[in-house]
């Protein structure tokens, strides 16, 4: 079992910035990849943007320049910088985890983002 808990979303104004940061626990051995996801009220879930334990970043299209994915191995987290934010980016925001284990994944309970025009 991972355990992941997130935490930094909040309220901010258009063209401000947030840092989410998604912490691990549990059988971290079995993580091979941690990302974001995100749901906008009435949307399906989306990819923002993932990161393999080896360093190697995905990130969706239309974030690219304004969000960057990292991960701190030693200390289990992965963290998303939001940049330039746009009310369009307001959602809860997954931290997810990919294993080791064929189609066994872990889901945070999210955090809110809420940007402001």
């Known amino acids: 079992q991972v355990q992941l808990v997130e935490s930094g979303g909040g309220l901010v104004q258009a063209g401000g910035s947030l840092r989410l940061s998604c912490a691990a626990s549990?059988?971290?051995?079995?993580?091979?990849?941690m990302g974001w996801y995100r749901q906008a009220p009435g949307k399906q879930r989306e990819l923002v943007a993932t990161?393999?334990?080896?360093?190697?970043?995905n990130c969706s299209d239309s974030l690219k320049g304004r969000f960057t994915i990292s991960r701190d191995n030693a200390k289990n987290t992965v963290t998303l910088q939001m940049n330039r934010l746009e009310p369009e980016d307001t959602g809860v925001y997954y931290c997810?985890?990919?294993?080791?284990?064929?189609?066994?994944?872990?889901w945070g309970k999210g955090t809110l983002v809420t940007v402001s025009s």
């Open positions: 997810n985890a990919a294993t080791i284990f064929q189609n066994v994944y872990y």
């Open positions: 549990g059988s971290i051995f079995s993580i091979v990849k």
């Open positions: 990161i393999t334990r080896g360093g190697y970043t």
